[in-house]
Each structure stands twice: as C-alpha cells, then as structure tokens.
Nanobody
Framework: QVQLVESGGGLVQPGGSLRLSCAAY????????MHWYRQSPGKDRDLIAH???????IYGDSVKGRFAISRDNTRKSVDLQMNALKPEDTAVYYC????????WGQGTQVIVSS
C-alpha cells in the first residue's frame, strides 16, 4: 500500500526542539523529492523544506537556520529536525512525496507553547 506515515509531533516549549519523521511505503523512495509542509489554523498549507533524492535540501525563509531536513534512502524515511521553536511554528506538519505519484501523509500536530 502506498502511504506516508508521519510521527514525532507534540507539545514543546518555546526554544525547544522536536524531530519529525516520515516513513514511506510502497514507493521507490529514492526517485521521489520529499517535502515538509505545515498548516496553521485559518492559513494556507506552506512548503517549509524539501530534499531531492541525492540529499540536497532547500528551506523556506521562515525556518532557514533553525530546521534541518534529511533523508535515508535505505530506511525510506525523511526527517525534520526543528530547533529554536517559536509559538508561530505551531501547526499541523505534513510530509509529501512527489515523483511519478503525488502522495501526502496524514499530518502530525506540533504545538509550541509555554
């Protein structure tokens, strides 16, 4: 079955860190560009980072220098290390695989609050 499964969300204090993971099933993972998006209540879903099959990352301005995306083609997974978290990082975070198919995960909630 083709699917993406995110994990690692939760509640964290401002300034803290979280690591999100996305496991891919049923696809030739190395052929897909992997993305992380986020969506806050009442806002559009925004692209925050993506990484190609060779491991080259690109970041959105809002997370540059604080977040790091990485992938493991053997484990078929992509991670998002989030540091120096701010309340405005609160959102549902989604993983997306784009290649011969366009696949989205179900999302994982991140809440940054004291």
């Amino acid at each position: 079955q083709v699917q993406l499964v995110e994990s690692g969300g939760g509640l964290v204090q401002p300034g803290g860190s979280l690591r999100l993971s996305c496991a891919a099933y049923g696809i030739v993972f190395r052929n897909y560009i992997m993305h992380w998006y986020r969506q806050s209540p009442g806002k559009d879903r925004d692209l925050i980072a993506h990484i190609d099959g060779a491991g080259n990352p690109i970041y959105g301005d809002s997370v540059k220098g604080r977040f790091a995306i990485s992938r493991d083609n053997t484990r078929k997974s992509v991670d998002l290390q989030m540091n120096a978290l701010k309340p405005e990082d609160t959102a549902v975070y989604y993983c997306r695989a784009l290649g011969s198919r366009d696949i989205w995960g179900q999302g994982t909630q991140v809440i940054v609050s004291s």
